[in-house]
T-cell receptor
Framework: NAGVTQTPKFRVLKTGQSMTLLCAQD?????MYWYRQDPGMGLRLIHY???????AKGEVPDGYNVSRLKKQNFLLGLESAAPSQTSVYFC??????????????FGPGTRLLVL | DAKTTQPTSMDCAEGRAANLPCNHS???????VYWYRQIHSQGPQYIIH???NNETNEMASLIITEDRKSSTLILPHATLRDTAVYYC????????????FGQGTILTVHP
């Protein structure tokens, strides 16, 4: 049981390049989330999904797109990377059954540097 | 969701209990208190949560005051590996699981 995994662990992009961050979970969780964390700050929610085929905007969605084609995967896309998107990105998942959805399990993070 | 206030930093000696306070004076009756921690360079880790009653699990204890306006996370025997940022978060249970992380408390456990 790997929990929540993220790919890649680290990436360097040039301004204007695109990339996709992959999050995978093997806990059969319904809900998945993407957060970003900037130095000295708490996590901020980018987008989230309450089930396969559904997505919704979080606190800081601009410049990002997401897709949840399969229940176990949640993809975060940057169409045209900007230096302001340099950050550490965390994916999380949670279950909407008897356990509160706020009990989230986080991945190890993806460190993105945009030059 | 209610706003929380935590001290910026705290120190604790290894082997002693670490008591981390959190103020949430505007909490509503249906809101839960959650605690997460983040060890350097890692993803946040769920610790414990509660509504009204005190809670205990294998990681920690959560003491919520009777008026629910504050709470304390207790790590009974702190170790060096407990050095982390601890986040107290109040959630309504109806916001699709969206967590709002503040600045948290930096707990440093000393040998």
């Amino acid at each position: 049981n790997a929990g929540v995994t993220q790919t890649p662990k680290f990436r360097v992009l040039k301004t204007g390049q695109s990339m996709t961050l992959l999050c995978a979970q093997d806990m059969n969780h319904e809900y998945m989330y993407w957060y970003r964390q900037d130095p000295g700050m708490g996590l901020r929610l980018i987008h989230y999904s309450v089930g396969e085929g559904t997505t919704a905007k979080g606190e800081v969605p601009d410049g990002y797109n997401v897709s949840r084609l399969k229940k176990q995967n949640f993809l975060l896309g940057l169409e045209s990377a900007a230096p302001s998107q340099t950050s550490v990105y965390f994916c999380a998942s949670s279950y909407s059954g008897r356990v509160l959805v706020e009990t989230q399990y986080f991945g190890p993070g993806t460190r993105l540097l945009v030059l | 969701d209610a706003k929380t206030t935590q001290p910026t930093s705290m120190d604790c000696a290894e082997g002693r209990a670490a008591n981390l306070p959190c103020n949430h004076s505007t909490i509503s009756g249906n809101e839960y208190v959650y605690w997460y921690r983040q060890i350097h360079s890692q993803g946040p880790q769920y610790i414990i949560h509660g509504l009204k009653n005190n809670e205990t699990n294998e990681m920690a204890s959560l003491i919520i005051t009777e008026d629910r306006k504050s709470s304390t996370l207790i790590l009974p025997h702190a170790t060096l590996r407990d050095t982390a940022v601890y986040y107290c978060i109040v959630v309504s249970g109806t916001s699709y699981g969206k967590l709002t992380f503040g600045q948290g408390t930096i707990l440093t456990v000393h040998p």
